[in-house]
């Protein structure tokens, strides 16, 4: 079978190390050329955990001693669940929306409680081995947070693509259009991962991030989704995102 070859051989490991590659490189961007703009820091935030997420999908396979597997696996997932408000704050934070502040206030106070869940078994339990790889294994509290996590991840998807239709010329539903299919399909696609931690047989979704994050890298070069001007367009930055994009393009 595919998955048993991508396992065997490590082909499974190219997709997220490629995610990682350019979500790394945004954030890069986003730190170094952004300036202290609030969106641009939200941004490299959540491709900073988009990006350990991708290594996490790595590492858990590759290490043999799963011991420190685990233990790597549930501190990366402090990003995770941290990443939640700050992924609301900066979808608000891009679309101007100012009045749903108790909003992002509520989802910080929940991840700060499923924080302190993260190093337990309670959250993730250890490990479920398929063909395809490796990938942790839900406790009892992770199912609590993946409802949650999902729904923040719909209301997102929700109110960027309405306000996509409701944009009133089409540089600002260019915008709105690379970050709903980069940034907001990626996380998805990392948000599916949930079900297979959950217990459901399906290959990880949160594998093929590496394709959305493409599309998003290539609307900031392009389109300069985020107001950093053409210095993103020249230096070294600009030259190393550029090589791995041809990988895809």
Same mark, same amino acid.
């Given at each position: 079978?595919?998955?048993?070859?991508?396992?065997?051989?490590?082909?499974?490991?190219?997709?997220?190390?490629?995610?990682?590659?350019?979500l790394i490189s945004l954030t890069l961007i986003s730190i170094l050329r952004g300036g202290k703009n609030p969106t641009n820091t939200l941004f490299a935030g959540i491709c900073l955990?988009?990006?350990?997420?991708n290594a996490d999908m790595v590492l858990v396979s590759t290490i043999p001693d799963k011991t420190l597997a685990l233990t790597i696996d549930r501190t990366l997932h402090f990003f995770f669940v941290l990443a939640l408000p700050v992924y609301i704050k900066f979808i608000?934070?891009? +679309?101007?929306?100012? !009045?749903?502040?108790? @909003?992002?206030? /509520?989802t910080f106070v929940v991840s700060f409680i499923f924080v302190s869940f993260v190093p337990s078994d309670l959250f993730i339990s250890g490990f479920q081995h398929y063909n395809f790889g490796v990938i942790a294994k839900a406790g009892p509290v992770y199912y609590v947070f993946s409802l949650i996590a999902g729904m923040i991840v719909l209301y997102c998807l929700a109110i960027l693509f309405f306000s996509m239709r409701k944009a009133k010329d089409n540089q600002e539903k260019n915008r709105i259009k690379y970050? +709903?299919?980069?940034? !907001?399909?990626?996380? @998805?696609?990392? /948000?599916?991962n949930i079900l297979t931690i959950c217990g459901l047989k399906i290959y990880p979704m949160g594998s093929a991030s590496c394709v959305p994050a493409v599309f998003l890298a290539f609307g900031v070069l392009k389109y300069d989704l985020l107001d950093m001007g053409v210095l993103i367009r020249r230096g070294t930055i600009y030259f190393i995102l550029t090589g791995i994009l041809t990988v895809f393009i």
């Open positions: 079978m595919l998955t048993d070859y991508l396992q065997t051989s490590g082909a499974y490991a190219i997709p997220p190390i490629l995610g990682f590659l350019v955990t988009g990006a350990l997420v608000h934070s891009f +679309l101007h929306i100012s !009045g749903r502040r108790w @909003l992002v206030y /509520a970050i +709903l299919g980069g940034m !907001g399909i990626g996380a @998805l696609f990392i /948000a599916s």
